[in-house]
């Protein structure tokens, strides 16, 4: 349904401004012809091979449908691939053209054919092609190593100019609201936290609360004021959550105020801290799938940190664990009660809802970590609060 509902508005004058005849002719594209269609609606030049692009992802069931005449299929050939990929960007909006691509590698296998350049030339990049292409990282011939890198920069860029400058800011103003100041300047008082420590002043006759101190925001120095890990799982289903991780560690890498540490973990630990001037060369660091070990990964987090009530711990997991569980839990208490302010997100995309490990998220919030799931967008207002020590904006849905 989706697929038909995204249509190029340019083919609708195929049904010659006709409403009930467009309706049929979107019906027909989505339902694909089947004998049971109902629609009665055939298709001519562009919407014929519109559908049939449409029927090499689509046409074939898990099992043959007699009737079907949407069958026509990907094959192996990667020259026919190459050619699909060109059509379906003649067809389609760049959003579902992304979204046909992950399908088409899902349901057709077609995985190994992105290990050839000229495949990955034809696609069109975004965030779960990234996510693919670093769990073939390893299996990967080097001729195409660097057409592979090529379309991570791209991503990785692109999320950089949507994501870095609102991140700047938010954690700038957080930096500058941590660090208060007792004689601050007219425009630097906080008026909300003044107003709260002199109500005991309030004058019933004026109406008013007579300031005898004043509380202000402390203006940003350029000394290290907070120290950021993020702990990231690797494992194959938090894809996409490396892919934006990465690129936060990097903005937040950019902030001299901020000392930020990016440790990755399946069953074993590797710190990237000394790659984040490129998120790239972070993400080609990684090794998506294998096996999660929390605890190990986090006993690591936990013996990098000097300045504990100056720390924000960022872990990014499903929260499967495949090493101690009481340990790890364990390991979040200590943490927390020496003043670290420590954010479990299950995790970082703009996939909705995921799949976790339930028993150890309750375990975590009652320990006063609750665990969500945060988008891209949301990120750095979650961060801004764990500067300031403030409640964590959780989404309702989480």
Sequence with gaps: MTTGATMPDAAAGAAGGDPARERLRRWRLVLGGDQADGTGCALSGRDAAMDGTLAALYGKGDKPQPGRDRAAGLGASAPSVARWLGDIRTYFPSSVVQVMQRDAIDRLGL????????MLEAVEADVHLVGTLLSLNKAMPETTKETARTVVRKVVEDLEKRLAGRT??????????????????????????TVAANLKHYLPEYR?????????????????????????DQSGSMAASVVY?????????????????LVVFDTA???????????VDVLFGTQLGGGTDINRALAYCQSQITRPAETVVVLISDLYEGGIRDEMLKRVAAMKASGVQFVALLALSDEGAPAYDREHAAALGALGAPAFACTPDLFPEVMAAAIEKRPLPIPDTA
Aim: glycine share 4%; proline share 5%; charged share 30%.
């Design 245 to 261: 991780a990465s690129v936060f560690g990097a903005v937040l890498a950019s902030m001299r105020s901020i000392s930020t540490r």
């Design 168 to 193: 700047r800011a938010t954690l700038t103003g957080a930096l500058d609201r941590s660090a208060r100041i007792s004689r601050p300047r007219h425009h630097d008082i906080d008026w909300n936290r």
């Design 111 to 118: 995985a190994s054919l992105l290990l050839e350049p000229e």
């Design 269 to 279: 630990v590797v710190d990237l801290t000394d790659q984040l001037d490129d998120p």
């Design 208 to 232: 008013t609360v007579v300031p005898e101190r004043l509380i202000g925001y402390g203006r940003a120095a350029r000394s290290v004021k907070k120290e950021v890990v993020l702990c990231i």
